[in-house]
């Protein structure tokens, strides 16, 4: 099933437990007049499979990643919260700049992550299960980065950790076209036409019937990368994006 997206999509709020009035009303504010209309105009966002998305419980959406703007045009689609991780950096900056930064982020469901602590991955796991137990969503690019060239790249673990330690629903995600509208590398948005699509909910359960430990882990994550390259039509690599990212960096000094 395919739709124009209509007024009223949903950007994430706070990761920090129940929603205040005030976190109500900037959500409102976010979504009705300073980021969905405009997104929308912009981009044209079309929506596949929204019957695929549950309407409430615990949520893994898990998608591919090409911009800055992902996190955003998959929470207007998906029309609930979904909150995602971001560099602690969003929230410390000064003077007006840093408050509306602040602001931004907080409203929109940005949970930080000092990346530069060498426990950050474990820290990022441990926040996410916490918004899974609540019963919320939680957005992941399992890549673990965004593409360095377009291509899908193998996926990390850590998704499928997430899904069989919490018992969340794992929701594949693809997101088409973000890439030409916030190229990598700019500040600004070019208009474009922007896909997000839903597929059905990857099998964990009957996974964890045929796999064990690692094996199940990667056999989690394996089926959920193939139903994003299903949905986002992506040519595969068959490494890890952060890999073609420094082969990238080294090519370009030689």
């Given amino acids: 099933m395919t739709e124009v997206e209509p007024r009223g999509g949903a950007v994430g709020g706070r990761g920090s437990g129940a929603s205040t009035a005030t976190d109500l009303l900037s959500r409102a504010v976010m979504r009705h007049v300073l980021i969905g209309p405009p997104l929308r105009l912009l981009t044209g966002l079309r929506v596949e499979g929204r019957e695929n998305v549950p309407r ?71 926040l996410a299960e916490e918004v899974l137990r609540r019963g919320e969503a939680f957005g992941v690019y399992p890549e673990g980065t965004r593409s360095p060239d377009g291509r899908l ?68 994550t394996d089926a959920t990368m193939d139903a994003i390259a299903e949905l986002s039509g992506q040519e595969r690599s068959g490494l890890y994006a952060s890999d073609v990212k420094a082969a990238m960096g080294s090519q370009a000094q030689e």
Avoid at 75 to 87: M, N, S, W
Avoid at 163 to 176: E, F, K, Q, Y
Avoid at 186 to 207: I, W
């Fill in 56 to 126: 409430e419980g615990a949520l893994i959406v898990a998608s591919n990643h090409l911009s800055f703007i992902d996190s955003i045009v998959i929470a207007l689609a998906a029309r609930r919260q979904v909150h995602f991780l971001g560099k602690a950096e969003y929230f410390q900056g000064r003077g007006l700049r840093g408050a509306a930064v602040r602001w931004f982020n907080a409203t929109a469901g940005t949970i930080a992550v000092d990346r530069a602590d060498p426990r950050a991955a474990a820290s990022s796991l441990a």
């Fill in 153 to 220: 790249h193998r996926g990390r673990t850590g998704v499928a950790r997430m899904a069989l330690s919490t018992g969340a629903t794992l929701l594949p995600c693809g997101v088409i076209g973000t890439d030409k509208v916030q190229p990598a590398g700019s500040n600004g948005f070019r208009p474009g036409k922007v896909t997000v699509r839903f597929g059905r909910p990857v099998d964990v359960t009957g996974l964890a019937q045929r796999y064990q430990k690692a094996a199940l882990l990667r056999a989690v």
